[in-house]
């Protein structure tokens, strides 16, 4: 399921796969676009998305979310998106937008200070309760307006 590099897309189903094989999803705000990325996602890289979504769910009680940029994000109501999911060839690339706040500061660097990024690539062990608390955190800082 690979795509081309040249910017043109791969099909998984009925949903366009992009250049590095993230899903072509409509802009679209709740769960249903949402799901529809995750289902989109090819191969391994959709259990990844699901327990991520399910995680985030069950730690935000007040959780928005949303398909905006081919990328489902992840906010608070009043307070702008904390967090953004994205597809790459080889990795699943979890955004922090205000990642240089939390503790201990999640391992990607951005071109932007704020932003921090966790990689999940194939075969690796999430750390789950990490990926917990950072979303518990993160929640709670003013997120981005997009």
């Known amino acids: 399921m690979s795509s081309k590099a040249s910017g043109q897309s791969a099909t998984i189903g009925k949903t366009p796969l992009l250049a590095g094989g993230n899903p072509q999803i409509a802009k679209g705000e709740g769960d249903a676009p949402v799901q529809a990325y ?78 921090r990024y966790l990689d999940i690539r194939e075969g690796d062990q999430l750390d789950e309760a990490q990926l917990v608390d950072w979303v518990k955190q993160a929640s709670r800082l003013p997120g981005e307006r997009m």
């Open 38 to 115: 995750i289902a989109a996602m090819p191969g391994w890289k959709r259990d990844i998305g699901h327990r991520l979504d399910v995680l985030i769910a069950r730690t935000v009680p007040d959780l928005r979310k949303a398909v905006k940029w081919n990328s489902p994000l992840y906010g608070v109501e009043g307070q702008g998106w904390f967090l953004g999911v994205h597809c790459f060839t080889k990795y699943v690339k979890v955004a922090f937008f205000r990642g240089a706040a939390l503790h201990p500061v999640p391992p990607g660097a951005s071109k932007s200070q704020d932003t």
